[in-house]
């Protein structure tokens, strides 16, 4: 039985993550500084860690024998009013876990390790512009601060992946949604976001948008990016992979979707807020080689999420 160590297994895509790897047969032991929020782990064990600290990154991975795999995906995270306003620290507390986590995994003589990097690695990009490859960070220019921490957690893992002599494989993830991710409190991304306002109006009620509403992002359903990071994992690519559904829809047109699923009239209300980059356009290749291709398109996922955050909300309401 394969034996792997997740990180962030507290946090949204780990926890799904971990359902997968249970499905395909692996112990695991997920480790974060605090519980799923929403639903029981899959995990076999669950340590709460602060994973800043070295040794607590070391206590994550002590076991009888090693871990075959980690999957780190522990970071101080969330959507772009958090990633605009808390700088400081997203740089600090992420580089902390990422240069601590790969120390230890070195010292672990771990064979294999996964890092969640990010398309906010990439500078902003005009709509309609030729899709970027991977090569195509360099030189780089990301538009916020979590992007620059994101490339140099890449750097480091793979400069330890190379002089250790062990597998790094990285993902870069398009905008990840679904159920049982935050969708409240001000670390939420846009999908939960949209799907919380709608859920919150009556039919024919306004919501506001940050923005004009044409910045143009790719949604990826939670199932098909658990299953890029494992195929990723298992693949014998070297380098930073990007994951994302390759359908492109503007925030104005989320909320189109968003409220068709509900079946409710939304009007928009466009307000002053951080937006982030006009566009995001990047080739899924190199990870269409694993077999790889997103099986929701935006529609689909948030017919899987909006009842979820539409539940969440009535629940609020009555608490
Ligand atoms: P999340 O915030 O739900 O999960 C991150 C987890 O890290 C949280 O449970 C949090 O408690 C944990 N964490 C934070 N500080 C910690 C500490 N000091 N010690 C231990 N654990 C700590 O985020 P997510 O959406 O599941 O993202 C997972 C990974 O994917 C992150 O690395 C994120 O940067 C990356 N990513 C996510 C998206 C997305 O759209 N969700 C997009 C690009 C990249």
């Known amino acids: 039985m394969k034996k792997a ?18 499905q395909e047969g692996y112990w695991v032991r997920g480790a974060d500084i605090k519980k799923p929020e929403f639903g029981k782990t899959a995990a076999d064990e669950f340590s709460v860690l602060d ?22 995906l522990a970071a101080d995270m969330g ?8 700088a400081c620290d997203i740089m600090r507390n992420s580089a902390l876990m990422n240069i601590h986590m790969i120390n230890a995994v070195a010292q672990a003589k771990i064979k294999r390790y996964f890092f969640s990097s990010s398309v906010c690695i990439y ?14 960070a360099y030189p780089a220019l990301p538009d916020n601060e979590y992007g620059w921490e994101k490339l140099y957690a890449e750097r480091i893992a793979l400069a330890y992946g190379k002089q ?25 991304k846009a999908p939960a976001a949209i799907c919380r306002k709608v859920a919150e109006v009556q039919d024919g009620g306004t919501i506001e948008v940050w923005g004009d509403g044409s910045a143009v992002r790719s949604y990826t359903y939670v199932d098909d ?12 690519l070297e380098g930073p992979a990007n994951i994302g559904n390759p359908e492109y829809v503007s925030v104005n ?32 290749e190199k990870i ?31 608490a």
């Not at 409220?259 to 080739?283: C, D, E, L, T």
């Not at 790889?292 to 539940?311: D, L, S, V």
Request: glycine fraction near 12%.
């Open 5 to 22: 160590m997740v990180t962030g297994a507290g946090g949204f895509i780990a926890h799904h993550l971990i359902k997968r790897l249970h």
């Open 51 to 72: 994973l800043r600290g070295f040794e607590n990154c070391k206590k994550a991975l002590a076991l009888d024998g090693t871990f075959d795999e980690v999957y780190h």
């Open 79 to 86: 959507g772009m009013g958090f990633i605009h306003s808390m």
């Open 123 to 136: 500078r902003d990009m005009k709509i309609g512009e030729p899709e970027m490859s991977e090569e195509q």
């Open 164 to 188: 250790h002599e062990f597998k790094v494989r990285i993902a870069r993830f398009q905008n990840c949604y679904g159920p049982e991710g935050t969708w409240h409190g001000g670390r939420e």
């Open 225 to 236: 990016m658990v299953d890029g990071i494992y195929r990723l994992m298992q693949s014998d």
């Open 253 to 284: 047109q989320l909320v189109e979707i968003v409220a068709r699923v509900a079946g409710k009239k939304i009007n928009i209300k466009h307000i002053k807020g951080p937006v982030g980059v006009q566009s995001r356009n990047f080739s899924n």
């Open 288 to 318: 269409y080689k694993t077999g790889w291709r997103a099986r929701f398109n935006t529609e689909a996922g948030i017919r899987k999420t909006y009842p979820w955050i539409e539940q969440q909300v009535k629940k609020s309401r009555h």
